[in-house]
């Protein structure tokens, strides 16, 4: 007979997948005035908008329709400003976060639509430029749409304990199989389906969370690195590495293990 913790994990990775999927799946404006950050209609997405889909609709808090040309002005503006904060800020997403939460900008931060929106809209810019060629920016792209995501699935949707910094911060400095396979796993569109194919064979890269160490850039191979067992948050090289960061990783371990905590007890 399973756990009652196994059987709440099943229900919570379940719950993750139907609202992620809803996330993916929202009907949404195409945003064709929407030429921000870089990007403009001349792209590829004449050919194809990689699950933009246009409308005069999009869903909003999963079941009410509504008209959305003033909601994707709104969004344009919103991350643009948030772009320019985190540019500003030196890729900083908390600065971002902090610069852009109050004011004009709330309720875009509390609208599971207009959020669902900036992350298909990020999905599709970070598609193009892989077409492209454009790895540099569509590792932003990806990066900025992972944050978003994982804001939705923590803030909105309650699904997460808190975002997987990790995750973010690899796919900001993604080699081509990471970047490539994080963009088709949520675009719905076959668009990178012979890219995909093309580096599939490309070992994934991982970080590790140690500031000190020896590997270049603190790169290795993703299969080999370790994740903090208490926290689950921070991942290292080796043992080693895991040992020399504790000292600045224990009140950071300690915060998102209690976190992590108070998380699945609300789940049971």
Known sequence: MASRKKTNGKARRAAKSKAVMAVQNQPLDGGQQMQMIDTDRSDGFTKCNHGLVPSHYHWKNRGEFLNTSNDMKLCKVFLQAFVDEFDGAGGDFLAAYHATKEKKFADVWKDFGKMSFVVSFLLACGTSKVLEGNTRIARKYAALSCYFEMYVEVDLLN???????????????????????????????????????????????????????????GKTERSLTKCCSRCRAANYCSRECQVAAWQGHKGECAFYADLKAKFESEQE
């Not at 993604?174 to 194919?197: G, N, P």
């Not at 070992?203 to 020896?214: D, E, H, Q, W």
């Open 159 to 217: 699904i997460r304990a808190f975002p997987s910094w990790a995750k973010i911060n690899e796919l900001y400095s993604a080699d081509m199989h990471t970047l490539v396979s994080f963009l088709k796993k949520r675009i719905r569109c076959s668009c990178l389906d012979e890219k995909y194919k093309e580096v599939k064979s490309i070992p994934k890269i991982g970080l590790c969370c140690n500031a000190g160490c020896p590997l270049p850039c």
